[in-house]
T-cell receptor
Framework: GQQVMQIPQYQHVQEGEDFTTYCNSS?????IQWYKQRPGGHPVFLIQ?????EVKKQKRLTFQFGEAKKNSSLHITATQTTDVGTYFC???????????FGKGTKLTVNP | NAGVMQNPRHLVRRRGQEARLRCSPM?????VYWYRQLPEEGLKFMVY????????ESGMPKERFSAEFPKEGPSILRIQQVVRGDSAAYFC????????????FGSGTRLTVV
């Protein structure tokens, strides 16, 4: 079945440093979504990417979807303590309703 | 807009008891999804429902677990004869269209089996 892998599992950064998490799927995806979950909280939808090679930005966050639509990345510039949490990617195969989540990257930011 | 409402937030059950988890989707959303999350783990898909229909239950264990989304009322995830391994956070999400939209998650139910 479809698998979505994310690396790294954990990332510790100093405030102000950049952060990147990578997501790879075993199959071609129709779209990929990113979510953020704060400690003790629930996942919150950040963005969806649909087109091959698509790049979207939200303030300090940059999301990319690979040309082959099998990988994606989230890059945060100049991290802040409010960025702390676990970032999940989630992908769908074509024609499937099921969203398959990666295991997430847990980000901690030292002030 | 009240968002996705899940209750209870915390549930403690003894081994062998039944657990009932409730989820009311956002107003206007007709697609409901249940996910399970173990500590330090990702979200594992369990089941996808629309009103009165189970669309995809490929992530549901074959025994003891069932889900419904009746015409009236919340979606229910039911776990019979709970075991310690059922302890997890169970999240419900809803969307107004299954394909191509982000999910809105509820706050989850933390189930502890003692």
């Amino acid at each position: 079945g479809q698998q979505v892998m994310q690396i790294p599992q954990y990332q510790h950064v100093q405030e102000g440093e950049d952060f990147t998490t990578y997501c790879n799927s075993s199959t071609t995806l129709s779209n990929i979504q990113w979510y953020k979950q704060r400690p003790g909280g629930h996942p919150v939808f950040l963005i969806q990417l649909v087109k091959s090679g698509e790049v979207k930005k939200q303030k300090r966050l940059t999301f990319q979807f690979g040309e082959a639509k099998k990988n994606s990345s989230l890059h945060i510039t100049a991290t802040q303590t409010t960025d702390v949490g676990t970032y999940f990617c989630a992908g769908r195969e074509g024609g499937s309703e099921k969203l398959v989540f990666g295991k997430g990257t847990k980000l901690t930011v030292n002030p | 807009n009240a968002g996705v409402m899940q209750n209870p937030r915390h549930l403690v059950r003894r081994r062998g008891q039944e657990a009932r988890l409730r989820c009311s989707p956002m107003k206007g959303h007709s697609h409901v999804y249940w996910y399970r999350q173990l500590p330090e783990e990702g979200l594992k898909f369990m089941v996808y429902l629309q009103k009165e229909n189970i669309i995809d239950e490929s992530g549901m264990p074959k025994e003891r677990f069932s889900a419904e989304f009746p015409k009236e009322g919340p979606s229910i995830l039911r776990i019979q004869q709970v075991v310690r391994g059922d302890s997890a956070a169970y999240f419900c999400a809803s969307s107004d269209s299954g394909y191509g939209y982000g999910y809105t998650f509820g706050s989850g139910t933390r189930l502890t089996v003692v």
